[in-house]
């Protein structure tokens, strides 16, 4: 039976209701069900003793409303919403941060109620709270799923001290397009690794314990399909077959339910011409349904309100039954629920058992979360001063952010400097901003507080640094929803660039995106670098070529000019609090670059969406010399200009002795052996792909598979074995049902997508 416990707690909450109603203290019938939790049974208890407006306020959550350390509102929309708090009409608040603003609402929730139900308080602990990790794309480029699990755990440790018990992370939506702003916030475009990294990702905020003051609920968003938005605009219409969502967009979602996850959040986009908030076969079929999830579905801001926009519900009325019909548990700043739903209710319109299991999914995350056993567990200001911004979660992501670093390009070994000896000039308005490295969505953090690439190049004495911003790259403040005003003229600061470039040895030239050209609505149509950056990059070529280039941004980037004429270029994204240190140990060898790309990076934006594992189509190539007929463009090839998995080393590595073992015919062991060829010890992502030759669904031309994580000393060689089982060797078909079919199949492995050595087997 679909959601079983959850029709047990509505099960005793209807014999409480007709037999126990008037009673204070209600004592449960025994049930011979072992899978009915104590928490099960505390639900029921406290559902039936809850009016029809206590059960909707716990399904409705406010934004912070008034400033809780100061008077109470007297009038307006923050009185009324102070009203419904003290009634117990408010199940959640999110953006109320800090230990002493949290334990004042959660007082009023407690202490001030009928029931004194607490807040399960919420915040977009998205890369950390104060002390950020790199933004979640470059950590993916790691490929270290310890690592970014442990990113997890520390940014879940310093936001339960600040009173915070809810993220809404991880995204874990994949994307292909690099225009879309958010990125920045995903894995990237693979759904093997992005299944991982979600996995990682909710282990590390959740723990191996709710209940635990150290940890935190995660919430995967968004369900489903946002990360697919047409031509890269965030909230834009989503429009993919089943194959894509069932094969590419579902499994990160799935996996996240496997590691735990006790939240999910609906996203903006319609799927299939109905919107993801109002989507009965999304949320109660396959989520609720099929995948038995069993926590609690969380609007995405408003979304319930702008169903009206997208043309499917008449009204705010309407929206609010669409939404509770299809699954949506909680109202995220629509005030639809609180303000429609016991009339829709009272009406018949939305039956009331949606109701209770809605509201039974939320308090039981509340149980877990041990918030009746001490509504105050995250309000203790003394453990907030001791665990902000210790040293213990400044090494966590500085060592995170080490290994987010991919090194694209290092023609005539210009990497790693010399410590000692050398004139470097560094030029770029990022080499000196302690700000834009924290990253797009660091609304927690305070600005100014990022170690800056001057200040960690600075740290090493040797050298002769000397800098020139060379240009700004934005013109006034950046600030967060408005637009960026970028810099598209002023070259005042041209001249001072030049003339260190022409005295120095090596230029390190630090350019690429503000943090807030990614992120939340912040697509771009043009992924070059912005402003006069490439003008700049121009000029002290002109009188320099020995330039390191290292890239600040949350997206892939447009540098086909810079990859044909930049000897060095280093991928460092924005990379949180640590930035400028991880970024100078790297460029000055003191940590050996092991990172690999976790989307593809364009020739030029025509290509996009572009990604490693494409379809092969009907007319794959050219069959006659000079043919148009193919698929291709006229104009640029298809090629990326760096593939999916794409990162250098201070060393190199070799792969070979590829060899594969079929075992009952539904698993496959492969073995083959990894060399460091080099002069240094590094660390290599062997990265093993397959591909399925014939299906009843067409497959890709290549999937990663899996891969491995291994450091070699010179000269060094390990052999890997990693196993293909019909989980590896399957897929969806049409109607979302896993399929393993005897055929054909390549096994490829290597440092990247593109690569060679590859052998053929059969199941």
Request: hydrophobic share 40%.
């Amino acid at each position: 039976m679909k959601h079983f416990k959850y029709y047990y707690v509505i099960l005793l909450l209807t014999m409480f209701l007709t037999g126990c109603k008037k009673n204070k203290e209600i004592s449960v019938p025994a049930s011979n069900n072992n899978n009915i939790s104590e928490i099960d049974t505390k639900v029921a208890q406290l559902l039936s003793k809850m009016t029809l407006e206590e059960k909707i306020g716990q399904m409705n959550q406010y934004n912070g409303f008034w400033d809780v350390t100061g008077p109470t509102p007297k009038n307006g929309d923050a009185a009324k919403k102070y009203e419904h708090l003290r009634k117990g009409y408010v199940g959640s608040m999110l953006n109320v941060t800090g230990v002493e603003n949290v334990r004042a609402v959660q007082k009023i929730a407690v202490e001030e109620t009928r029931l004194g139900i607490p807040l399960i308080i919420g915040f977009d602990v998205i890369h950390g709270y104060k002390t950020l990790s790199p933004i979640p794309l470059a950590e993916a480029a790691s490929w270290d799923l310890e690592a970014i699990k442990k990113s997890a755990e520390v940014a879940a440790l310093e936001a339960s001290a600040a009173g915070i018990n809810w993220t809404f992370a991880p995204m874990v939506d994949i994307s292909r397009d690099a225009r879309w702003g958010r990125v920045m916030e995903g894995a990237g475009e693979d759904t093997y690794l992005g299944s991982k990294i979600a996995e990682a990702r909710v282990k590390g905020f959740q723990g191996n314990n709710l209940s635990s003051p150290n940890t935190i609920v995660a919430c995967a968003k968004h369900w489903a399909g946002y990360g697919f938005a047409e031509s890269g605009k965030d909230y834009n219409t989503v429009d993919v077959g089943t194959s894509t969502l069932h094969n590419t967009i579902f499994p990160p979602f799935k996996a996240s339910i496997n590691a735990g996850v006790k939240t999910f959040m609906n996203s903006f986009n319609e799927l299939n011409g109905i919107p993801a908030t109002g989507n009965v076969w999304l949320q109660r079929d396959i989520l609720k349904g099929k995948w038995g999830f069993d926590g609690f579905v969380v609007s995405d801001w408003g979304s319930m309100a702008e169903m009206i926009n997208h043309g499917y519900a008449r009204d705010k009325t309407h929206a609010a039954e669409l939404s509770a019909v299809a699954g949506s548990d909680m109202d995220m700043e629509s005030y639809a629920y609180i303000s429609e739903l016991a009339n829709l209710v009272r009406e018949g319109s939305v039956p009331e058992d949606l109701i209770n299991d809605a509201v039974a999914r939320i308090l039981r995350v509340k149980f877990e979360l041990g918030l009746f056993d001490d509504p105050y567990k995250y309000c203790d200001l003394k453990r907030e001063k001791e665990i902000t911004g210790n040293e213990e979660i400044h090494n966590a992501v500085l060592e995170v952010a080490k290994k987010s670093i991919v090194l694209l390009k290092n023609e005539n070994d210009m990497l790693p400097l010399k410590k000692d000896g050398q004139n470097i000039a560094v030029i770029g308005a990022l080499a000196n901003d302690k700000t834009s490295p924290l990253g797009s969505w660091r609304i927690g953090a305070d600005d100014g507080t990022a170690i800056s690439v001057l200040e960690g190049l600075k740290q090493y004495k040797g050298n002769q640094i000397t800098y020139a911003k060379g240009a700004d790259l934005i013109t006034g403040q950046a600030t967060f929803p408005f637009e960026l005003n970028v810099n598209n003229d002023n070259k005042n600061g041209f001249k001072e660039a030049i003339n260190i470039a022409k005295k120095a040895d090596k230029v390190i030239m630090v350019l690429g995106e503000h943090a807030f050209h990614s992120g939340e609505a912040r697509s771009r149509a043009n992924i070059g670098l912005p402003g006069v950056q490439q003008e700049l990059l121009e000029a002290v070529y002109a009188v320099n070529k020995n330039i390191i280039l290292v890239l600040n941004n949350g997206r892939p980037l447009a540098i086909t000019w810079a990859d044909a004429h930049i000897p060095a270029i280093v991928e460092a994204w924005h990379l949180g609090t640590q930035s400028g240190n991880a970024i100078a140990q790297v460029l000055y060898g003191d940590y050996n670059p092991s990172g690999k790309l976790p989307m593809t990076f364009p020739r030029s934006v025509g290509q996009v969406p572009i990604y490693y594992n494409y379809k092969n189509t009907g007319r794959p190539s050219a069959n006659e010399p000079n043919s148009v007929f193919w698929s291709h463009y006229t104009d640029e090839t298809n090629a990326p200009l760096y593939p999916f998995g794409h990162g250098l080393s201070y060393t190199t590595f070799t792969y070979s002795k590829l060899k594969t073992k079929v075992i009952n015919n539904n698993q496959v062991e492969v073995t083959f052996t990894v060399k460091n060829t080099g002069k240094v010890k590094g660390k290599e992502v062997a990265q093993l792909y397959i591909r399925d030759w014939f299906a009843s669904v067409t497959r890709p031309v290549k999937e990663l598979k899996g891969f491995e994580l291994v450091e070699l000393t010179p000269n060094e060689e390990k052999q890997i074995t990693l196993n293909l089982t019909d989980k590896e060797l399957g897929f969806y078909d049409n109607d979302g049902e896993f399929i393993l079919e005897p055929g054909k199949f390549t096994v490829f492995v290597g440092g990247s997508s593109h690569t060679e050595l590859e052998k053929d087997f059969e199941i």
